[in-house]
């Protein structure tokens, strides 16, 4: 069945530092592929998503870019801030899914003054 | 922007008591709402589909009987763990369709989730 891997944190990093989270998945055809958000105290947000190979997902510096050929899609962000510290999900929907995600495990970003 | 929220947020019952969690979406109305657990260091798993006005769809390994979910209005779901025991102690998430045809139409929204522990 469909899986998605996610590197496991926690990732501490200094503010201003560069960010990549890696998440590689197995699902059969093509997939989208997505990236979650969860602050503190909050519900998952949807970060970015791309749906199909070579697109490129960004928003708030954020950026992914879905690699079929090695069934990828890392999350980067150039520099890092404080108000970053959340825990990322990544996730895969199939197409005719109905919306139906697969989540990889969430990995916890902390970044510090 | 679109919010969803769940009610409690936390929750600590006896063995054997049930235990109901609401699911809300604030400003739209979900045709479709699903609900997920998430165990420790582990991925959030997909318990359920839930239609307004029918039965939920449960996937594979999910009982039927011991997870209750109700989706009686296009703004509310609620899950009712029966005969909660400390194996079912779990953080409980649930999340809304927005409608399609608007901006955002086919996007999920999350709750901020409930954290249900049975002594």
């Known amino acids: 069945g469909d899986s998605v891997t996610q590197m496991e944190g926690p990732v501490t990093l200094s503010e201003e530092a560069f960010l990549t989270i890696n998440c590689t998945y197995t699902a059969t055809g093509y997939p989208s592929l997505f990236w979650y958000v969860q602050y503190p105290g909050e519900g998952l947000q949807l970060l970015l998503k791309?749906?199909?190979?070579?697109d490129k997902g960004s928003n708030k510096g954020f950026e992914a870019t879905y690699r079929k050929e090695t069934t990828s899609f890392h999350l980067e962000k150039g520099s890092v801030q404080v108000s970053d510290s959340a825990v990322y999900f990544c996730?895969?929907?199939?197409?005719?899914?109905?919306?139906?995600?697969?989540f990889g495990t969430g990995t916890q970003l902390k970044v510090e003054l | 922007g679109a919010v969803v929220s769940q009610h409690p947020s936390r929750v600590i019952c006896k063995s054997g008591t049930s235990v109901k969690i609401e699911c809300r979406s604030l400003?739209?109305?979900?045709?479709?709402m699903f609900w997920y657990r998430q165990f420790p260091k582990k991925s959030l798993m997909l318990m359920a589909t839930?239609?307004?006005?029918?039965?939920?769809?449960?996937e594979q390994g999910v009982e039927k009987d011991k997870f209750l979910i109700n989706h009686a209005s296009l703004t509310l779901s609620t899950l009712t763990v029966t005969s909660a025991h400390p194996e079912d102690s779990s953080f409980y998430i649930c999340s809304a369709s927005f409608p399609l045809g608007r901006d955002r139409g086919g996007e999920l929204f999350f709750g901020e989730g409930s954290r249900l522990t049975v002594l």
């Open positions: 996730a895969l929907s199939r197409p005719g899914g109905g919306n139906k995600l697969t």
């Open positions: 400003d739209f109305q979900a045709t479709t």
């Open positions: 791309a749906t199909k190979a070579d």
């Open positions: 839930s239609n307004e006005g029918s039965k939920a769809t449960y």
